[in-house]
């Protein structure tokens, strides 16, 4: 929670008789949109998520198991695209582990909703979705977007989200019994259901799709939402003698990588030779929470690339903004890139 967002609401509710209650409200929704907003941009992973999910997988004294969730990396990137509204974002959602594999894209506008006294998102899907990859990044697409690149979702399905001064969280859901989709069984009337929570390093999706009888029929059977991290990105540094553990203090025969990125929700790297060519090592950056301490630690792997075994690793409070490891053979460095969404 920043001290800015803390001292506008505190102004807010002290001007509020001379303001008038309507104008307070409206001047405080606008305060909310801003840290809505800014809390949303960054990227997204549930890792953790994923790999706790396994772990219970396994355990035989638990008798009651979520559904298994998904495990995805979504970017969420601001846009100038003043013909659309003032607070446009582009998303796009990718697999947890492959960043190339990109699952959906959309463009999402968030306003200030009087009427509801909350702040409104309405969600636009890409006709051509191939076409706007990595559209935050590329201007000149940005540019010749138009109104008739976008399929609005339904009127009945926009997202109302709104602040819990108590928890310092925003909570956004749908209207319940006003979006529909025949998408899955045309002819039939689907109802859905969206609900999110938001904070600055927290974030929740779950969206159920059922017909009239209320049978599920897409969503999770445990209303388990999709629980994700803001990721944080590390620059790092590593060399190793080529021959492994095994080489000797005099071996010369190395390989140095001056310069690499990573984010901290579970991305691995291929460790490789100096010619470019993959050596048997990964390395991985991930904030975990174990089920023994319940405190998320900064982990900082080195592993086996075809067992995927962990040959040794160094750990560090989750908001540490530096790691290394020295075993003799091999050494290693990260350091926190204080930049938010990754180029």
């Known amino acids: ?112 909703d009087s009427a509801a006294q909350a702040i409104r998102q309405d969600s636009f899907a890409l006709k051509e979705p191939a076409r706007f990859v990595d559209l935050h990044l590329n201007p000149t697409e940005m540019s010749r977007l138009t109104s008739a690149d976008l399929i609005p979702v339904p009127d009945g399905c926009a997202i109302y989200w709104r602040y819990d001064a108590a928890m310092k969280t925003f909570h956004g859901a749908s209207q319940t019994g006003k979006c529909f989709d025949s998408a899955i069984r045309p002819g039939q009337v689907l109802v859905v259901t969206h609900s999110s929570t938001l904070n600055a390093t927290f974030f929740s999706q779950l969206s159920q799709t059922r017909d009239a009888s209320g049978q599920l029929l897409q969503g999770n059977r445990t209303d388990t939402a999709v629980r994700s991290r803001k990721a944080r990105y590390f620059e790092g540094w590593l060399w190793f003698r080529n021959a492994g553990p095994s080489s000797s203090p005099e071996d010369k025969n190395t390989s140095f990588t001056a310069k690499y990125m990573m984010h901290t929700e579970g991305q691995r790297m291929p460790v490789l030779f100096q010619d470019g060519s993959p050596s048997p090592y990964l390395i991985e950056l991930a904030t975990l929470t174990y089920q023994n301490t319940r405190k998320p630690v900064l982990k900082f792997t080195l592993m086996d690339s075809t067992t995927l075994k962990t040959l040794t690793y160094v750990w560090a409070n989750a908001d540490a903004h530096t790691l290394g490891m020295n075993l003799g053979w091999f050494q290693a460095g990260v350091a926190q890139k204080l930049e938010g969404v990754s180029k």
């Open 1 to 112: 929670m920043s001290q800015v967002y803390v001292a506008c609401r505190r102004w807010l509710l002290a001007a509020g008789l001379s303001l008038g209650l309507s104008g307070a409200a409206q001047a405080d929704l606008s305060v909310d949109l801003q840290q809505l907003t800014s809390w949303f941009s960054g990227e997204w992973n549930n890792n953790e998520q994923v790999w706790q999910q396994k772990i219970d997988a396994g355990d035989v004294k638990l008798l009651v198991k979520q559904d298994l969730v998904e495990h995805v990396h979504e970017v969420v990137s601001s846009l100038k695209l003043p013909q659309f509204g003032t607070h446009v974002f582009y998303v796009q959602q990718s697999s947890g582990m492959e960043r190339t594999q990109i699952k959906s894209q959309r463009l999402l506008r968030f306003e200030v």
